[in-house]
């Protein structure tokens, strides 16, 4: 038996049962939560231990939601954690994973399940988790920040869309980049920066910079000192919700070691943070972040306090706290359909569909295994 399907058998070491599953192959489908609804493919990366040895092994996971018989399948042969996970806009079996803080970037293939071939960046930097192709696939822009004079300085790599070749380089107007998303049909790049230090005067923002001319259009500063700049959903109106975690040196056992979430409307060219009394529990990061655009409620996750968390954008209000119910809930996301919010969670990858409007589990949906553990899961349409 190879050490990668061992490591695969013994992914929850905390769960016979679920082990034993693994063993056979089998897996508790998802359920069609409506028999017309499209919902879409899932796919996000995750890690586990080579039980041999110890050493990390890492993964992603695809998930089909629509095929009620489907199970799990993942590519083997990543050797980095993943982060994020860009899809080509033209070719939906085509998509990038990045890794956080790490020389680790691949493209791979969806619907073979493999990895195409590894993307290398230069020596004084790392990619620092996302990317954005261009509309017509020709470019793809990612985050990078040099980290070997200590600077942090946030960069933009400029490749080739099909042989990934530098092509070139332009700032991303702050420190740490992380995010970035490509708006306005390709006119303008959006990045969160996550700035230095706690101590330091460079503060988190979000950074509108135009993807031709390369120069910042908008600075949009978190107003917090204690927070960085994390995460970005943006709805097709431009509207902006905004994640954060504790900046860079607050102390875990800290009161002030909180993440929270943050509303910017570019009409009004505000950035709201939101104050409510949940915050004393979100804890640590506030990870990942999702709009469902119908009701423009926005889902959020804070996997050190086992929470999710739901808000109404334009009022910047909590709507529903879902608190030690999901342990450790990292990605979420909507279904194609925008029905239902995709959550995974805890460190036995599991998924399930939360109702948009009630925020209620199906449980019909509920997937013990889905090989999905980090920060984002997405959903997609197959082809």
Known sequence: MSPVYEARRKFLLDSTAAAS????????????????????????????KNPTNGDDLYFIGIYDLDDADGKVRTINNIDFFGH????????ARRAVVFE????GCCEIDLNEA??????????????????AFSPDGQLLYAAETVVTDGSMRGVVAVRDGKSFE???????????????????????????????????????SVTYVGAKDRKLKRRVSVSDPGLNAGHIAISSSGKLALVSAPRDGIKKQSIDWRGNISFYDPQK??????????????????LSVAIHEP??????????????????????????????????????????????????????????LLDAETFEPVESSYLPISYMAGSHNLVYAAV
């Open 21 to 48: 599953g693994l063993i056979l192959g089998s897996f508790c489908s998802i359920g069609r939560a409506d028999s017309t609804a499209h919902l879409g493919r899932v796919v996000g990366p995750g890690k586990g």
């Open 114 to 131: 493999r990895m195409i071939r590894r993307i290398e960046t230069t020596a004084e930097r790392q990619f620092y988790g996302h990317g």
């Open 100 to 103: 956080k803080h790490g020389k």
């Open 166 to 204: 530098l092509l070139g380089d332009f700032p991303s107007y702050g420190l740490a980049p992380h995010d970035c998303h490509l708006i306005d049909d390709g006119e303008t790049l959006v990045f969160s920066n996550g700035g230095g230090s706690i101590g330091t005067k460079d503060y988190a």
């Open 84 to 91: 994020g996970i860009t899809l080509h806009p033209l070719d």
């Open 269 to 286: 060219d505000q950035l709201r943070v939101a104050n409510a009394p949940i915050r004393s529990k979100m804890v640590g990061e506030t």
């Open 295 to 352: 009701s423009m409620v926005v889902g959020a996750t804070n996997p050190t306090g086992d929470l999710v968390t739901f808000w109404d954008f334009d009022t910047g209000e909590l709507v529903k706290a879902i608190h030690g119910r999901y342990r450790s809930p990292r990605g979420i996301s909507l279904t194609l359909d925008q029905r239902y919010f995709v959550l995974t969670y805890d460190k036995s990858t599991h998924l399930i």
